[in-house]
């Protein structure tokens, strides 16, 4: 089991930048797949970007694409999520989540094992 922790959260500006980080400790970060989701009040957890072990793939959704980046430092084990171009709709608890593998095997929230405890990013129009 791997422990999650997000931080860099925060009110914003429509057309800011916000940069999350997440922590990892507990297992070997650098052998699984990350990933982050949001969820809005009242909506499902949805995926926004994912990245395989080693950094060689990287998954985005189409409302983020172009927008956000998603990295990581195996050294640090920690995984980034640099969200430019911030629009309202962006607003949401973001959570970090964990593979199940080292190789990304798809969006779905089955496909991650471990999760973080969200971090609320807030963007004013």
């Known amino acids: 089991q791997v422990q999650l922790v997000e931080s860099g959260g925060g009110l914003v500006q429509a057309g800011g930048s916000l940069r999350l980080s997440c922590t990892a400790s507990g297992r070997t970060f650098s052998r699984y797949a990350m990933g982050w989701f949001r969820q809005a009040p009242g909506k499902e957890r949805e995926f926004v970007t994912a990245i395989s072990w080693n950094g060689g793939i990287t998954d985005y959704a189409d409302s983020v694409k172009g927008r956000f980046t998603i990295s990581r430092d195996n050294a640090k084990n920690t995984v980034y999520l640099q969200m430019n171009g911030l629009k309202p709709e962006d607003t949401a608890v973001y959570y970090c989540?964990?593979?199940?593998?080292?190789?990304?095997?798809?969006?779905?929230?089955?496909?991650?094992?471990?999760w973080g405890q969200g971090t609320q990013v807030t963007v004013s129009s």
């Open positions: 989540a964990a593979g199940r593998s080292s190789y990304y095997t798809g969006r779905t929230p089955d496909k991650f094992g471990s």
